[in-house]
T-cell receptor, first 116, second 115 residues
Framework: NAGVTQTPKFRVLKTGQSMTLLCAQDMNHEYMYWYRQDPGMGLRLIHYSVGEGTTAKGEVPDGYNVSRLKKQNFLLGLESAAPSQTSVYFC???????????????FGSGTQLSVL | DAKTTQPTSMDCAEGRAANLPCNHSTISGNEYVYWYRQIHSQGPQYIIHGLKNNETNEMASLIITEDRKSSTLILPHATLRDTAVYYCIVRVGFRYGGSQGNLIFGKGTKLSVKP
């Protein structure tokens, strides 16, 4: 099992450019999440999804959009990148309630994004 | 969800037990205590979680005080590879209707294991 895979691992954007980060999981998890982590800070939840076709806002959703068209994939989009979005982005997945390991989050290895 | 308070940093000698404290004085009866860790530049890794009983797994032990206002994560024989930031999180468990969407990570404790 690959677990949670994020692509790309690194990206540099200019202000105003758009891009999409892809998260894929092969554990058949219902729940998926996008977090960002800034230097010296903990992780902050951007958006999450409790199933295919559903998304919800987290703690810091502004400037981001997400889509969950397939159960195994969760996409994070930046329509018009800003320097404040320079960060490390982590995707995670977890089983849904009632399933073994429901309380655990499994994280990807992160995407380092720089917006100039 | 209840807030947690952790020391900013701690040191531990290799081979000794690492005891990482966490205060959660406003924890509710339906909130679990979770521990994750993040090794430099990697994604966080689940360690252990518990409600009120002490828990042990292959990675660590979790000791929760009787009043549940604090807990301690114990790494019994710390190695250099245990150097990481450790996050203590409290959240309503699924069995009580909790949502994974509000799993909030604070700044954690930076544990440095020294030879």
């Amino acid at each position: 099992n690959a677990g949670v895979t994020q692509t790309p691992k690194f990206r540099v954007l200019k202000t105003g450019q758009s891009m999409t980060l892809l998260c894929a999981q092969d554990m058949n998890h219902e729940y998926m999440y996008w977090y960002r982590q800034d230097p010296g800070m903990g992780l902050r939840l951007i958006h999450y999804s409790v199933g295919e076709g559903t998304t919800a806002k987290g703690e810091v959703p502004d400037g981001y959009n997400v889509s969950r068209l397939k159960k195994q994939n969760f996409l994070l989009g930046l329509e018009s990148a800003a320097p404040s979005q320079t960060s490390v982005y982590f995707c995670a997945s977890s089983p849904s309630p009632g399933h073994r390991g429901q309380e655990k989050l499994f994280f990807g290895s992160g995407t380092q994004l720089s917006v100039l | 969800d209840a807030k947690t308070t952790q020391p900013t940093s701690m040191d531990c000698a290799e081979g000794r037990a690492a005891n990482l404290p966490c205060n959660h004085s406003t924890i509710s009866g339906n909130e679990y205590v979770y521990w994750y860790r993040q090794i430099h530049s990697q994604g966080p890794q689940y360690i252990i979680h518990g409600l009120k009983n002490n828990e042990t797994n292959e990675m660590a032990s979790l000791i929760i005080t009787e009043d549940r206002k604090s807990s301690t994560l114990i790494l019994p024989h710390a190695t250099l590879r245990d150097t990481a930031v450790y996050y203590c999180i409290v959240r309503v468990g699924f069995r009580y209707g909790g949502s994974q969407g509000n799993l909030i990570f604070g700044k954690g404790t930076k544990l440095s294991v020294k030879p």
